[in-house]
């Protein structure tokens, strides 16, 4: 069975940084692509990153070029997204999930072409 367990979300303020991380288990996790998601109660969930599993290839939702980053660390089974210069608007239950494949599709930002998710971490930028 495939389990992703999120870990190390918090509350900072504007400004700083946070790195928010995913262990996985029951699946060889260099085999599949991994994506973040973050979601607002009322309002639809939103892809971040999607991270290949062969290749490392890394792909970013605008929101999320130049200031978060997706990584895996294969021998740990553990995805991280470092998340920089938070703003408020960052604020949101973060979701790792793990892909169909080993590769992140065209349509990578889209819930449907993963097959598992965690539960989330949240993630809470005030003043």
């Known amino acids: 069975q495939v389990k992703l367990v999120e870990s190390g979300g918090g509350s900072v303020q504007p400004g700083e940084s946070l790195n928010v991380s995913c262990v996985a288990s029951g699946l060889t996790f260099s085999a599949f692509a991994m994506g973040w998601f973050r979601q607002v109660p009322g309002l639809e969930r939103e892809a971040i990153a999607c991270?290949?599993?062969?290749?490392?290839?890394?792909y970013y939702s605008p929101s999320a070029e130049g200031r978060f980053t997706i990584s895996r660390d294969t021998a740990r089974s553990t995805l991280y997204l470092q998340m920089n210069s938070l703003k408020v608007e960052d604020t949101a239950m973060y979701y790792c999930?793990?892909?169909?494949?080993?590769?992140?599709?065209?349509?990578?930002?889209?819930?449907?072409?993963?097959?598992?998710w965690g539960r989330g971490t949240q993630v809470t930028v005030s003043t």
């Open positions: 991270i290949s599993g062969h290749s490392g290839a890394t």
């Open positions: 999930a793990a892909g169909k494949n080993y590769y992140c599709p065209d349509a990578w930002a889209q819930s449907y072409t993963y097959r598992t």
